[in-house]
């Protein structure tokens, strides 16, 4: 019993540090991945997909995006996604989405701390910006792609 304890919280783990796939319900495309500010869930996904909702149970769509969206972060006041070849946008509201500039590759993780957002992706390229919106290439990390960043 103490076996089987430890391996399903172990699963429970694992699953909660992996990115969001398949978890959302109402979500006509994959969702890859979800943020919660203190209002607001939002989730992004394929085909520029996005979806809010306030309970985390009901998601209704978002307008504005396109391109494969493949993570979401929140800070400085806003909602920021990236994704496939140089897909990046930005939402006050998590409803409307916008386009950001500056962003040429494809970046599969986002994250924001220290008065900054930063993302990385595709042959370990690194992009950061300081409003979500216009974004400045970073030293790149590498030839293997960077799946992920946190702050």
Sequence with gaps: MKKILIVLLLISFLFTITRCKNLFSGLS?????????????VAVGSSGETRYS????????????????????????KFVAVGNF???YYSTDGIKWKSGAGVSSTLVGITYGAKKFVAVGASGNTFHSTDGINWTAGNNA???TLNGVTY
């Design 29 to 41: 495309e994959q969702a890859t991945d979800k943020i919660q500010n203190k209002q607001l869930f």
């Design 54 to 77: 306030t309970d985390g149970i009901n998601w209704a769509a978002g307008t504005g995006a396109s391109g494969n969206l493949q993570c979401v972060t929140y800070g400085a006041g």
């Design 86 to 88: 140089g897909a990046a």
């Design 142 to 144: 590498g030839g293997s």
